[in-house]
């Protein structure tokens, strides 16, 4: 097993764990009842307006670069970067790597009126119940994580649920695998978990193996304007950010100018 699905490995596992865990606690009555009090905003729509996309993340910290903001309030930056012109809003769920949490969607969520992104490492149907009953309007589904059948099932489940799935890709195997599967949204993982390099070329090189009628999503290590610039001439619809944002002094301006792109 290679370091990068090591590493992978381990996240998917502590998220299955935190899951069990969560189930247990939550029939799943209740869970269809609470999936009933937010109607499903349009994620995909909101990221196929004219000019490049922003969604914004939020994260507590990350497994590379520690932590980011020792006062998290994500209801707090869901204002900030509603404030700053963001499409979207990733949230990131995942406790044991990032610090969060599912309630964390539903702060950002009573907050702002964007559609939010849950980011975790999916792997089972429960949890994209799960997403949709805490206020998600997509989920992350990676595709290193799962096979092509596993994905195909997810995909099903999000479609039942009303909601949008951004598919992440890292190499052109990947890239296949998520449009064989029929994902409409694609998320290109600049960030290599073997070396922990990124490489923004990525998006530029597998931009023509994805169809002009799927949306696509620059993710991982785009840290200036200009960057985001790369992007948009990569032929990225949206961009997604969030040490950037997470680390700048005056989060609203940096998204400013990057949703001015």
């Known amino acids: 097993m290679t370091p990068a699905s090591d590493l992978l490995a381990r996240l998917v596992a502590d998220a299955r764990l935190d899951m069990e865990r969560?189930?247990?606690?939550?029939?799943?009555?209740?869970?269809?009842?609470?999936?009933?009090?937010?109607?499903?905003?349009?994620?995909?729509g909101a990221l196929r307006g004219p000019g490049l996309a922003?969604?914004?993340?939020?994260?507590?910290?990350?497994?590379?670069?520690?932590?980011?903001?020792?006062?998290?309030?994500?209801?707090?930056?869901?204002?900030?970067?509603?404030?700053g012109g963001a499409s979207a809003i990733s949230v990131l769920t995942h406790m044991a790597g990032f610090g969060g949490r599912p309630e964390h969607i539903e702060a950002a969520r009573v907050a702002t009126n964007l559609p939010i992104l849950r980011k975790d490492f999916i792997?089972?149907?429960?949890?994209?119940?799960?997403?949709?009953?805490?206020?998600?309007?997509?989920?992350?589904?990676?595709?290193?994580?799962?096979?092509?059948?596993?994905?195909?099932?997810?995909?099903?489940?999000?479609?039942?649920?009303?909601?949008?799935?951004?598919?992440?890709?890292?190499?052109e195997n990947e890239t296949r695998v998520a449009i064989e599967a029929g994902a409409q949204l694609v998320g290109v993982n600049h960030r290599d978990l073997r070396t922990f390099e990124v490489d923004l070329g990525l998006t530029e090189r597998l931009r023509p193996l994805i169809p002009d009628a799927v949306t696509l999503v620059g993710e991982?290590?785009?840290?200036?304007?200009?960057?985001?610039?790369?992007?948009?001439?990569?032929?990225?619809?949206?961009?997604?950010?969030?040490?950037?944002?997470?680390?700048?002094?005056?989060?609203?301006?940096?998204?400013?100018?990057?949703?001015?792109?």
């Open 220 to 261: 991982s290590g785009i840290h200036s304007i200009d960057d985001a610039r790369r992007m948009r001439d990569a032929g990225a619809d949206a961009i997604l950010v969030g040490e950037m944002l997470m680390r700048a002094p005056d989060p609203v301006e940096c998204l400013r100018e990057l949703a001015s792109i």
């Open 54 to 83: 922003v969604i914004a993340e939020m994260k507590q910290r990350t497994p590379t670069m520690g932590v980011l903001a020792e006062d998290y309030k994500p209801a707090d930056l869901a204002r900030a970067y509603t404030a």
């Open 22 to 44: 969560r189930r247990a606690l939550t029939t799943q009555d209740e869970l269809e009842r609470a999936i009933q009090v937010y109607a499903p905003r349009d994620f995909v």
């Open 123 to 171: 792997t089972d149907p429960y949890e994209i119940g799960e997403a949709r009953a805490a206020g998600a309007d997509a989920v992350l589904l990676i595709v290193a994580a799962l096979d092509l059948t596993e994905l195909r099932r997810l995909l099903a489940v999000v479609r039942s649920r009303g909601i949008s799935a951004l598919v992440e890709v890292h190499d």
